[in-house]
């Protein structure tokens, strides 16, 4: 028996994502795990099937790519107001220089 392989020439990348993997519902069931990773790494959708009849389908999620994490969010939020170097109160005030 010979083994199949496919040539991916990037021409076809489209159609190769947009076509489906139809499974059963008892082998979706039973491979659940490796099955979801395997459309998050590839991005082809995968087609859930009871007795054939198509019951749903597993599409990659959209990940929004503007939103970076949480270090810099705030930034360009904030406003300088005076000397941010000074001290608040003059050493006078201090008690612990009394």
């Known amino acids: 028996m010979q083994a199949l392989t496919m040539v991916i020439?990037?021409?076809?990348?489209?159609?190769?994502?947009?076509?489906?993997?139809?499974?059963?519902?008892?082998?979706?069931?039973?491979?659940?795990?490796?099955?979801?990773?395997?459309?998050?790494?590839?991005?082809?959708?995968?087609?859930?099937?009871?007795?054939?009849?198509?019951?749903?389908?597993?599409?990659p999620a959209t990940v929004d790519r503007r939103a970076g994490g949480w270090l810099g969010s705030a930034s360009g939020t904030g406003r300088l107001t005076g000397d941010v170097v000074a001290p608040v109160v003059t050493p006078d005030d201090w008690e612990a220089a009394r």
Request: aromatic share 2%; charged share 30%; glycine share 4%.
């Open 9 to 59: 020439d990037h021409s076809n990348i489209n159609d190769m994502k947009a076509a489906a993997e139809t499974i059963s519902i008892s082998e979706f069931k039973a491979t659940c795990l490796a099955r979801l990773e395997r459309v998050r790494r590839t991005g082809r959708r995968l087609l859930v099937t009871k007795r054939g009849t198509p019951i749903a389908e597993v599409v």
